[in-house]
């Protein structure tokens, strides 16, 4: 059974910072890691994703405030997230395509709550 548990959410004021982690649990090897959020009445979104070779990705919303990163070692994504806004308020997911019995398949996380105050 594989699972992706994030953790790292909260309650935050605008311009603070906050680190998500997602981790994977089970006999797995992470390959693409994503992020992505949803906000009340609003379709999810992708934020970031990093490549199994470290190649990144960022949503115009969020360059030059996130950072992913990821630490093969742990099969552990983060997505550091600083100068935090209200607008960045959002359930976020983290996404992961990961190599289990030699088959590549999709997997989400539970999410993880963000809300920023002004």
């Known amino acids: 059974q594989v699972q992706l548990v994030e953790s790292g959410g909260g309650l935050v004021q605008a311009g603070e910072s906050l680190t998500l982690s997602c981790a994977a649990r089970?006999?797995?090897?992470?390959?693409?890691i994503g992020w992505y959020r949803q906000a009340p009445g609003k379709q999810r979104e992708m934020v970031a994703n990093?490549?199994?070779?470290?190649?990144?990705m960022y949503a115009d919303s969020v360059k030059g405030r996130f950072t992913i990163s990821r630490d093969n070692a742990k099969n552990t994504g983060y997505l550091q997230m600083n100068s935090l806004k209200p607008e960045d308020t959002a359930v976020y997911y983290c996404?992961?395509?990961?190599?289990?019995?030699?088959?590549?398949?999709?997997?989400w996380g539970q999410g993880t709550q963000v809300t920023v105050s002004s």
């Open positions: 089970g006999s797995v090897s992470l390959s693409f």
């Open positions: 990093i490549s199994s070779g470290g190649s990144t």
């Open positions: 996404n992961a395509d990961a190599w289990v019995h030699n088959t590549l398949s999709e997997y």
